[in-house]
């Protein structure tokens, strides 16, 4: 798969259009945007890493040859969600608070109609009534 395959299938995933993507590259067009993103066009490497970046993978994840495995991609995004989340409060979280957290997370971020949006809401919302 190329990366431009994953990098469209990531941006599905997480609900990122190509008109996301043209102030971050550094572009004028969308269309700019979509010539990159069907290999008509070579993006240079900061740009490469600017795409990593907002898809949250690394760039050696979205230039591999490996296929994008969708549970690995799941539980990835579950995490770096639930960590963003904690992060929004000044509270300390033990050990005990955060795996509360990680349970609630991925019960709610595996179900298949959440988005990534919708998780980031639930938890902030259950950090703040943890906080309490």
């Known amino acids: 798969m ?3 395959e994953k990098a469209k ?10 008109k996301d993507l043209i102030e971050p590259l550094g572009v004028k067009t969308r269309g700019c945007v979509g ?25 050696d994840n979205l230039m591999g040859d490996e296929k994008l495995d969708p549970v690995k991609l799941k539980i990835n995004n579950i995490i770096q969600v639930t ?8 509270h300390k979280f033990t050990e005990a608070e955060r795996l509360s957290i990680y349970r609630v997370a991925f019960a709610t971020g595996l ?9 980031m809401q639930n938890l902030i919302a259950y950090v703040q009534i943890k906080n309490r």
């Open 83 to 90: 960590e963003n989340a904690m992060a929004t409060s000044s």
């Open 2 to 4: 190329k990366w431009y």
């Open 9 to 18: 299938r990531l941006m599905k995933q997480k609900g990122i259009k190509q």
């Open 111 to 119: 179900e298949v109609d959440v988005s990534d949006d919708q998780l």
């Open 35 to 59: 010539h990159y993103l069907t290999g008509r066009r070579d993006l240079d490497a900061w740009q490469l890493k600017v795409i990593a970046d907002l898809l949250e993978c690394s760039l």
